[in-house]
């Protein structure tokens, strides 16, 4: 059973940072690229970024601001954001063909 459970999520200032983490089970991690989800809300789905074995790729949005990594020894992909802004308010899902719960990230002064 394909099982993935982010955490990290918090309430963080304009400015700050937060890292998220997906611990994921019931497959073969390294095998799988992996991508970062969110939704904001009352609006849709948005990928946010992506990871295989040639590296990231990020929504425009985020660019030059997240950093997408994974440690398959973990099997464990992380999204380390910087310079948060109340736009980026989402719940955060990472994504394999299946979804996690979720990790709230909320922007706020």
């Known amino acids: 059973e394909v099982q993935l459970v982010e955490s990290g999520g918090g309430l963080v200032q304009p400015g700050g940072s937060l890292r998220l983490s997906c611990a994921a089970s019931?497959?073969?991690?390294?095998?799988?690229?992996m991508s970062w989800v969110r939704q904001a809300p009352g609006k849709g789905l948005e990928w946010v970024a992506y990871?295989?074995?040639?590296?990231?790729s990020y929504a425009d949005s985020v660019k030059g601001r997240f950093t997408i990594s994974r440690d398959n020894a973990k099997n464990t992909v992380y999204l380390q954001m910087n310079m948060l802004t109340p736009a980026d308010t989402a719940v955060y899902y990472c994504?394999?063909?299946?979804w996690g719960q979720g990790t709230q990230v909320t922007v706020s002064s």
């Open positions: 994504w394999v063909g299946y």
């Open positions: 019931g497959f073969t991690f390294s095998s799988y690229a």
């Open positions: 990871i295989n074995i040639g590296g990231g």
